[in-house]
């Protein structure tokens, strides 16, 4: 039996994910503020709200139902190919593609999500500024061990597409950050994975340069 508490959680999730995916919305906790909003009201009792599961599956759902469209399948290409133009170019940090566009389901909103690994955050940034590449400093909350912690980030811009990277220590290529839906460590893809990912879309790949290991 639905009761309206059991409905009102539904048309939650529903229309957090439809903001994630309309408005590119990042932050679940935004998605579900803005939600309740929309709703009227607010709930309860905090375990009232969806949880992060809930929406992203519910995302996941809407995605599908466009994923297969020539537009679709193109714009992920576009954004994977500017993925491996940014991870060549950025080698000697050991790149490694995460989230939206490695899963697939990214949006016209996303960005490409990097994680690099230098002995400083400093040792990214002057390659950029030797390369004359512009770019913005930032900060990314990520839990690796039992706490979240802040970690160094840049922005940049390749063919286009806005590539964001989280800058980790050399170790921290040995163990990856929890995901806010799962709770597991997320899936990171280097140079060669992406160049394979691409290449079973049905097109030729450019020679790249670079190393990864």
Known sequence: MTTPDSRRRILLTQEAARLMVEEGIKDF?????????????????????????????????????????PDSRAHLRNLREAALDAMRFLAEFRPRL??????????????VNLHLFAETPEDVEIFLHDSGIPF??????????????EYPAIAL??????????IFP???????????????????????????LIAEEG???????????
């Open 170 to 196: 050399p170790e921290g290529i040995r163990q990856a950050p929890r995901s806010s839906v799962t709770g597991k460590p997320v899936e990171r893809a280097k140079i060669p994975q992406v160049e394979a």
């Open 98 to 111: 995460v989230g939206s566009v490695l899963d697939g389901t990214a949006t016209e909103h996303s960005d």
């Open 157 to 166: 811009v390749v063919d286009g597409v806005r590539v964001t990277a989280t």
């Open 203 to 213: 097109e030729p790949l450019p020679t790249g340069t670079g190393t990864d290991d």
């Open 29 to 69: 906790g935004v998605a579900k503020r803005k939600a309740s909003r929309h709703l009227g009201g607010g709930p309860r009792n905090t375990k009232d709200l969806p949880t992060n599961r809930e929406i992203q599956d519910e995302v996941e759902l809407r995605l599908r139902m466009y994923r297969d469209t």
């Open 136 to 149: 913005e400093r930032m900060v990314h909350r990520r839990q690796v061990g039992k706490e979240a912690e």
